[in-house]
């Protein structure tokens, strides 16, 4: 049986070989569809893997606070651009007290705005973030030189600030910044501090920015008061999810809110697993809609095969005739053909499999020698799925034309010119 | 007894009109035997060669195979008798293109429940028709008269009880068609029994017996008086 089998394959490769031009043509669809369907689920798997490396760096024990009702899944409403002040610098104290939230090791609240700043004659405009003392035990980042300013200063409307290594590249280049006066939005500020060049992570540049404390950012340079958003850590990663329902219940109590069921709240709790779940859905969406194209090309392909397998049934009628005559049986053609098809199409899923590992691997390459942290993921499935869809194709596709020679009657098809 | 045909009759249906090709046809072949069956063209000669050949079925009648009644047989018991009890030589020899001699000779025993010793059966039959040294070859590579020989080893490889032939000599020059009757007389004198479908009485009288058929019914069955043996120099028209 295995035998036979394989003696079938080899026929049909001889088949296949004997007419190279127009097996690799029949094939061509295949080839496409399947690379098609590999790259697209590998640059997706890449892609999202190089957002989700950059969001978890960000920290997945962080939760987040922004003004806002919003729907579980949907974004907050504030990100969309409109501006929201319920939340207050009072609302951050609240929830850093281990009363109301026990499991929360630091909060920061922001205030942020984009200005520009001044040193002597040199001038720059960069993002001012008003921040509490919990920046750095909440967001991470060292002070390279100089310090982080106090609580006292936090409060008191002190005009220090603290540069990030961007910032003090532009302004002061390789001269000395701490200890020096500078402008923000006409505001005389001392600079106490330098901060460790972090990089870029998840779009935000934690270099390009100046930090001051939130008292004076409200009150000196924006006039506000309120607050864009709260940040806090949480001790534990197992303890997220009580502490965002402290937070809720502690923000509810502090906005006056009595409806526990979150339809009356005017701010939005989330973590940063809930924001990667967001991403991953956006992401898996479009990845699953482009291997539909991909499967879509496997479909013309398999369209494709059908008509020539037809073709090549109708001009081997005589050989289907003959065959009949020495012996074989309506299964024997049918098989025949059929293994044909299958033979062509699994052909054309491995070569279009190697075709599109090859390329997503360029991808991968590109990418990283571009500077993106891309990872190159071929993800078994798409293997089986570019085998399997092949195969299947094959099959559905040869059927036909198979079953049509199969039964075609041995006088008619040996008369047949 | 062979072959045992019984009132055999053949029509077709084209929407209403119904064409009659055979008219109730009786007769008996023995093993061993070298039959013409000859008429003109449109006599319904092929026809009947197709029906004993298991390629088509009659309308009407029995056929007896080694005395089993194989009138009517589904598909694959059909195919089994095709493969290991008849042998087919046509006309057009019906090669594979881009196949080598071997190969083709090897076609039927793939379709056959012997799985052993193909190479040394088709060697051994092709040397029998002289074609030993052709092994290699692809089929577009030799000529008419070898395409025959091979098509005679094809049929022949599975050592069939009855070996059909039609027109064999139709497509050939005289001198490859007289090298084909010598080779299906020598056959015959092994001892397989040979039928031969032809319209030339020439090619006929090479048999040891002919049946006339002429617009379906047997016009004729007699003995040839005086068989005719081929061999190079006699000329075939």
Known sequence: ?????????????????????????????????????????????GAQSLILAQVKTLGTDKVGVL????????????????????????????????????????????????????????????????????????????VAKGRFFSEEEETNLSRVAVLGSTVKEELFGDSEAVG??????????????????????????????????????????????HLGMIRAKVDYEENIDKAIDDMK????????????????????????????????????????????????????????????MLVNVSERTKEIGLRKAVGANNKNILLQFLTEAITVTILGGVIGIIVGVLISLVIAIGANFLGYDWEFIISPWSIVMGVGVSASVGIIFGLYPARKAALLEPVEALRYE | MLIKVKNLKKEYKTDEIVTKILHGLSFEIEKGEFVAIMGPSGSGKSTLMHIMGLLDS????????????????????SAIIRNEQIGFVFQSFNLLPRTTVLENVKLPLTYSK?????????????????????????????????????AIARALVNNPSVLFADE????????????????????????NTIIVVTHETFTAEHAKRIIKIKDGIIEDDSPVKKQRIAKEGSILK
């Open chain 1, 1 to 45: 049986m295995l035998k036979a089998c394989c003696q079938s394959i080899l026929n049909s490769i001889k088949t296949l070989l004997a007419n190279k031009v127009r097996s690799f043509l029949t094939m061509l669809g295949i080839i496409i569809g399947v690379a098609a369907v590999i790259i697209i689920m590998a640059v997706g798997a």
């Open chain 1, 67 to 142: 003004p806002g009702n919003s729907d579980d899944d949907g974004p907050p409403t504030s990100a969309m651009g409109i501006v929201i002040t319920t939340l207050k610098y009072e609302d951050a104290l609240a929830l850093n007290k281990k009363i109301n939230v026990p499991n929360l090791v630091d909060v920061v609240a922001y205030s942020k705005g984009v200005a520009t700043v001044t040193w002597e004659n040199h001038s720059y405009d960069t993002n001012i973030s008003g921040t509490t003392v919990g920046y750095i035990p909440v967001e991470g980042g060292e």
């Open chain 1, 180 to 225: 020096k006066r500078i402008k923000i939005k006409k505001h005389s500020f001392e600079v106490i501090g330098i901060m460790k060049e972090r990089g870029t992570v998840a779009l935000q540049d934690y270099d390009d920015q100046i930090f001051i404390p939130i008292k004076t950012m409200q009150k000196i340079v924006e006039g506000v008061d």
């Open chain 1, 249 to 308: 219940m502690t923000l509810r109590d502090q906005h006056d809110i009595s409806n526990q069921s979150g339809e009356d709240d005017d701010f939005t709790v989330r973590s940063a697993a809930q924001a990667l779940d967001m991403i991953t859905i956006v992401t898996n969406a479009l990845k699953y809609f482009l291997a539909a194209m991909g499967a879509l090309a496997l479909l013309v392909g398999g369209i494709g095969i059908m008509n020539i």
């Open chain 2, 58 to 77: 009659p309308t009407k009648g029995e056929y007896f195979l080694n005395d089993k009644n194989v009138t009517s047989l589904n598909d694959a018991e």
């Open chain 2, 114 to 150: 012997d799985k052993k010793n193909h190479d040394k059966k088709a060697k051994d039959i092709l040397n029998r028709v002289g074609l030993g040294h052709r092994l290699g070859y692809h089929s577009n590579q030799i000529s008419g008269g070898e395409k025959q020989r091979v």
């Open chain 2, 168 to 191: 064999p000599t139709g497509n050939l020059d005289s001198k490859s068609g007289i090298q084909i009757m010598e080779i299906l007389q020598r056959l015959n004198k092994e001892g």
